[in-house]
């Protein structure tokens, strides 16, 4: 068995496309999967699963919810050495910021530089990213909400063809730990 998190985009947000967490763990029981968990509202569930990638169980995952809720669901599904990975890797000084400040953005593909060219960095300063392992990290010392650099990164041309979801620092360190084995 292998732990994931699968990190579901858009839901539960502005009062639109409500999936209760109850709801949520009770059809990934459906789907199979076992010591399901879930993490805060925004989208976060923790799982076992014995079959499939994660690629695999993402479709399945969005494909049940669409079936049982109506509405469809941008889905990323991680395994635990790769949250770690992500959280591990953090090239800003984690331990010195306010969680607030730091977020991560998972993407389904690896993405390179050139995707990102048309975003002057340094009209953002003092906000910053960086890129990782299919991820984004961004320092926003103001918090995402006021973030312009974020509003930036978000445009539609940036994240075409990729499903992009964030997460603030507290959340990425949170699945990094309830995906290791024996959490």
């Not at 999936?19 to 879930?38: D, Y």
């Not at 959280?87 to 530089?113: G, I, M």
């Not at 990782?132 to 978000?154: H, Q, V």
């Amino acid at each position: 068995m292998t732990i994931y998190a699968a990190l579901l985009r858009g839901i539960n947000v502005g009062g639109s496309r409500k999936l209760p967490m109850a709801e949520l763990r009770t059809l990934m029981a459906g789907l199979g999967h076992t010591g399901v968990r879930t993490h805060l509202q925004s989208g976060q569930a923790v799982f076992a699963a014995a079959h499939g990638d994660e690629e695999t169980l993402a479709a399945e995952l969005a494909r049940a919810i669409e079936e049982d809720f109506g509405f469809s669901v941008d889905v990323l599904v991680r395994d635990h050495a790769y949250l770690k990975s992500v959280a591990e890797a953090c090239p800003f000084p984690a331990a010195d910021l306010e969680p607030r400040q730091l977020h991560v953005t998972y993407f389904s593909a690896p993405v390179t530089p050139d995707r990102f060219a048309e975003i002057d960095q340094d009209a953002h300063l003092p906000e910053e990213f960086r890129l990782g392992d299919r991820c984004l990290y961004l320092y926003a010392p103001d918090g995402l909400g006021r973030s312009k650099l974020a509003e930036a990164l978000a445009r539609p041309r940036i994240t075409r063809g990729l499903v992009a979801t964030s997460r603030n620092w507290n959340t990425v360190l949170k699945l990094a730990e309830l995906t290791a084995p024996g959490a």
